[in-house]
Every structure is written in structure tokens, then in C-alpha cells.
């Protein structure tokens, strides 16, 4: 083999090899929605036990670029029952979990899911690795196993209100306003 030839084909390698990490997935609204969706027919399917898959860091419900995962809370308790990234709030009720704004965002989570099934849910949050809280949406998703109500989601950060609105028209959208006009 020519250098020549050797060089291209090693030049080749390099420029296939460095382009890997480009061609990852980013964290859309289209993306969580779709994970969403898949982690809940699992749960559905398997119950507790498809909590194993969710929480497996290499596994098809880590994505976008390691930012996105999925969590599971009780629908009814607020329990968090599984959490990928944050073990210390699985087995503890959340329902008094608020942000900043004291908006109290994992009943909205539940209220929303009791009365449409599924929505997004806009609050404040930190982004990982940091303290000071920036809006996130998530969107979540009721799923039910033998009776029992699970409440699926997964968020990101700097999508504003308009751009769900505008992928998906027909969507529920919670915030603070639409919790106290549920009331």
C-alpha cells in the first residue's frame, strides 16, 4: 500500500471517528414527547420492573446527548419511584416539592395526568450543576399497571411555552396560572 493511500485511509478514520459525537441526539420537545411515550407503554407492559431499563445510563431512555432521561412518580402518593440521575428522592413524597415560585409542580404533574392523561408542565429548576433555577417543561404521561398509576416524565431546559405550543397544538399546557384556575 502507497503512504499516500495510507494516509487517506487513516485521514478517513479520523474525520468518521470525530464525527461520532456530532451525530448524537439532541434534546427536543418531539424527543422527550417520543421517549415519554415509550417509557410509559414499558411500564405499562412490565410495572415496576421496566424501572431497571429506565435507569440503565447506557440504555435507549438515556438520550439526548446524556441530558435526557425519564423519572416515575405514584400518580396518587407523589412517591418518586424511580429517578436516574437523583436516587436520593426515590421512596420520598414529592407533592411538597415546589419551586422558587412556590408552585407546587408534581400535583400539578398529577392533577394534569388525572384530568388529561398527559401535558407539559412548566416550572423553575436547576439545570444540572448549577443552583440558580431556569425554567424547564416536562412533559408527562399517565400509565397504569394493575391498577396502580404511574406518572411518567421527562423535561428540558430553554424551550419556552410558544415552541410546545407550536409543535404541538393540541397539547396540554400546565403552569402556575392553569393549577389555580383548576382549583
Given at each position: 500500500?502507497?503512504?499516500a493511500d495510507?494516509f487517506?485511509?487513516?485521514?478517513?478514520?479520523?474525520?468518521?471517528t470525530?464525527?461520532i459525537?456530532?451525530?448524537?441526539?439532541?434534546?427536543?420537545?418531539?424527543?422527550?414527547?417520543?421517549?415519554v411515550y415509550a417509557?410509559?407503554?414499558?411500564?405499562?407492559?412490565?410495572?415496576?420492573?421496566?424501572?431497571?431499563?429506565?435507569?440503565?445510563?447506557k440504555?435507549?431512555?438515556?438520550f439526548?446527548?446524556?441530558?435526557?432521561?425519564?423519572?416515575?412518580?405514584?400518580?396518587?402518593?407523589?412517591?418518586?419511584?424511580?429517578h436516574?440521575?437523583?436516587?436520593?428522592?426515590?421512596?420520598?413524597?414529592?407533592?411538597?416539592?415546589?419551586?422558587?415560585?412556590?408552585?407546587r409542580?408534581i400535583?400539578?404533574?398529577?392533577?394534569?395526568?388525572?384530568?388529561y392523561k398527559?401535558?407539559w408542565?412548566i416550572?423553575?429548576?436547576?439545570?444540572?450543576?448549577?443552583?440558580?433555577?431556569?425554567?424547564?417543561?416536562?412533559?408527562?404521561?399517565?400509565?397504569?399497571?394493575?391498577?396502580r398509576?404511574?406518572v411518567?416524565?421527562?423535561?428540558?431546559?430553554?424551550?419556552?411555552?410558544?415552541?410546545?405550543?407550536?409543535?404541538?397544538?393540541?397539547?396540554i399546557?400546565?403552569?402556575?396560572?392553569?393549577?389555580?384556575?383548576?382549583d
Amino acid at each position: 500500500m502507497r503512504k499516500a493511500d495510507l494516509f487517506i485511509m487513516t485521514l478517513g478514520l479520523c474525520l468518521l471517528t470525530s464525527g461520532i459525537g456530532l451525530a448524537q441526539e439532541k434534546l427536543t420537545v418531539q424527543l422527550v414527547k417520543e421517549k415519554v411515550y415509550a417509557a410509559a407503554k414499558l411500564v405499562e407492559q412490565e410495572g415496576e420492573a421496566a424501572f431497571a431499563k429506565l435507569r440503565d445510563p447506557k440504555g435507549e431512555f438515556r438520550f439526548g446527548g446524556g441530558d435526557g432521561y425519564i423519572w416515575v412518580h405514584d400518580a396518587v402518593t407523589g412517591v418518586m419511584l424511580m429517578h436516574p440521575t437523583k436516587a436520593s428522592m426515590e421512596g420520598v413524597n414529592q407533592l411538597d416539592l415546589q419551586d422558587s415560585s412556590h408552585f407546587r409542580f408534581i400535583v400539578a404533574m398529577n392533577q394534569l395526568t388525572e384530568k388529561y392523561k398527559e401535558g407539559w408542565v412548566i416550572y423553575l429548576w436547576p439545570k444540572p450543576g448549577q443552583t440558580k433555577e431556569d425554567p424547564k417543561i416536562s412533559f408527562v404521561k399517565l400509565a397504569v399497571k394493575d391498577g396502580r398509576k404511574f406518572v411518567i416524565g421527562c423535561g428540558v431546559y430553554d424551550i419556552l411555552k410558544s415552541d410546545i405550543a407550536a409543535a404541538y397544538p393540541n397539547d396540554i399546557i400546565f403552569d402556575q396560572d392553569s393549577v389555580s384556575q383548576m382549583d
